[in-house]
């Protein structure tokens, strides 16, 4: 089997080759113009030497072009490595390292392109507009079982890990979050989730393509005011985002800001804990269902999601199609309705493992299927509810951050004596870093936090920033001496 079989050469067959597959800011491709573009991308890497089977990085935005190296690398038999140019260099030299890539595209403009030369100085790279052969041959066949896809993810202690999707993996997500989504071709489809995330890789690439559906991709930074001008642009049916992004949007809508959603007729929540606040808020300013979902990069995509046909606000949902969802202790052991423990999925969508990472792998990948590293309890009704992540990784509209990746960033600031980040709540509940900062002596507290606000702003990409700054005189610590980071979470007032 190969995607692109489903995602592309059954549309041909069927007649419907002229109609739009993607749209991104620069033009539209149909299915028979992405079909050959997909085919001569593949021909360019018979052309090059690549060797099939090899992983390969393509670091680009979501773009067209973006969406066909992924498919022509499918084509010849590749494991494409999707990253995001918002990573730093020595990131994107580490995962090339850690996947032992052998060859990368960088579909990016060029400057940014000359910024990647040292990172990806050890690997074959295209550069875009080189020669192209004439044909590719047929799709590469894929065992069902055989790595396809390789997407990267922070662990706990913030270093990336490579989660390895097969290709029977790949597509059983189509049988599952996609018939909840249950596109047709007349579909268009608008997600602010990007390429390098499973929520966006899913939403923009694998549904709509699978269903004969119009994607529209996003470039840059998604913000209300450019989902607002998209979809009065493309008009697109189903709109999928982070609920930071509608809590965004709804706001920006408040402030007097026009936003016709009569086009659309489902949104989708996922990437963070959605709060039944903002999910009915949402559903009563767009007019349509708001499904919340949750997934993990280890199971792909979404493995829980609310009924769009009834669904109850600050509910996780019931497991989609295919999938068997579990409450468990720290032993394994399924925990019954209302107690709260590690949410564990069953599913043909789970992973191959991670990358050269055995004992994570195994703590992982375990039981049968995955934990997700949720804590989360399941309720008399038979729903889901979300209760925390299981480890003190942040998760900010969707990106997964170790504070301990922040602190090392901050620390050394100028007049601050300690810090420490931990996971706060804002206005409507949607998680964001907050920094506890002790100032040295001498320093006031509003000195302290102009200082950590310019390091935040000079260190810092923007979906890593931390949202607050919080001055304290000493951080809090156990009896035993260590610190205390879960009294951090607690609001000054209560402590």
């Not at 071709?185 to 995330?197: E, N, Q, R, Y």
């Not at 107690?339 to 191959?352: D, F, M, W």
Request: charged share 20%; with cysteine; proline share 7%.
């Amino acid at each position: 089997m190969n995607p692109v079989e489903t995602l592309l050469l059954r549309h041909i067959a069927a007649g419907r080759g002229a109609r739009t597959a993607l749209v991104d800011h620069e033009r539209a491709l149909a299915y028979a113009e992405l079909t050959k573009a997909a085919r001569d991308h593949a021909g360019a890497l018979a052309a090059a030497g690549v060797r099939r089977g090899c992983r390969a990085l393509v670091i680009g935005d979501d773009t067209a072009d973006t969406v066909t190296a992924v498919l022509g690398m499918w084509w010849y038999g590749c494991v494409p490595v999707v990253l995001s140019p918002m990573l730093h260099d020595t990131e994107i030299a580490f995962v090339a390292r850690d996947c032992a890539a052998e060859y990368a595209e960088s579909p990016l403009p060029k400057e940014r392109r000359d910024t990647l030369g040292e990172a990806l100085r050890p690997l074959a790279v295209r550069e875009p507009g080189a020669t192209r052969a004439a044909d590719a041959g047929p799709p590469a066949p894929f065992p069902p079982d055989a790595e396809a896809l390789i997407q990267y993810t922070s662990g706990s202690t913030g270093q990336p890990r490579g989660v390895r999707h097969g290709m029977a993996g790949l597509l059983a997500v189509l049988d599952g979050f996609g018939a909840v989504l249950a596109l047709t071709p007349d579909d268009t489809v608008l997600s602010t989730a990007k390429l390098s995330f499973g929520y966006g890789f899913g939403n923009s690439v694998l549904f709509p393509l699978a269903a004969g559906a119009r994607s529209v991709l996003l470039t840059g930074p998604a913000d209300p005011y450019t989902v607002i001008t998209a979809v009065h642009q493309h008009r697109p049916t189903v709109l999928c985002a982070v609920p930071r992004l509608y809590a965004a949007l709804l706001d920006t809508v408040a402030r007097g800001t026009v936003l016709d959603p009569s086009s659309l007729h489902l949104a989708v929540a996922a990437g963070e804990h959605l709060p039944a606040e903002l999910s009915a808020r949402a559903a009563r300013s767009l007019g349509v269902p708001v499904v919340n979902g949750l997934g993990a990069t280890e199971v792909l995509h979404i493995v829980l999601a609310t009924d769009r046909h009834a669904p109850v606000h600050g509910s996780t949902g019931h497991p989609v199609p295919g999938v068997t969802a579990t409450v468990r202790d720290d032993d394994g052991r399924p925990l019954p309705a209302g107690a709260h423990g590690r949410l564990h999925i069953r599913s043909a969508s789970a992973a191959l493992g991670y990358v050269d990472r055995p004992d994570a792998s195994a703590r992982t990948f375990a039981d049968g299927g995955v934990y997700t590293g949720d804590i989360a309890y399941r309720t008399e009704a038979g729903d889901f509810r979300h209760v925390c992540r299981a480890d003190d990784l942040l998760n900010l509209g969707g990106f997964k951050v170790a504070p301990a990746e922040i602190e090392a960033k901050l620390r050394g600031t100028e007049g601050i004596a300690d810090l420490v980040v931990v996971a706060g709540r804002d206005a409507t509940g949607l998680e964001q870093a907050v920094v506890h900062a002790v100032p040295v002596d001498g320093v006031t507290p509003e000195q302290a936090r102009r200082a950590v606000a310019r390091a935040i702003r000079a260190n810092l990409p923007p979906h890593k920033r931390p949202s607050r700054v919080e001055v304290l005189a000493k951080l809090p610590t156990t009896s035993t001496g260590k610190l205390a980071r879960h009294l951090l979470r607690v609001p000054q007032e209560q402590r």
